[in-house]
């Protein structure tokens, strides 16, 4: 049993983690989408 729960334990961290890193991805490219320098790249094309 105990491995069992070791092992749901681990599954769940790992999912949580993921999400955290999509959410920190999401906010990341959101703040680049606001960040000033993107003006300068939309000129460059």
Do not use: S
């Amino acid at each position: 049993m105990r491995e069992r729960t070791t092992v749901i334990t681990a599954i769940t961290t790992i999912e949580i983690m993921m999400a955290l890193t999509g959410a920190l991805t999401i906010a990341i490219n959101a703040q680049w989408y606001n960040d000033p320098f993107r003006g300068r790249y939309k000129k460059q094309k």
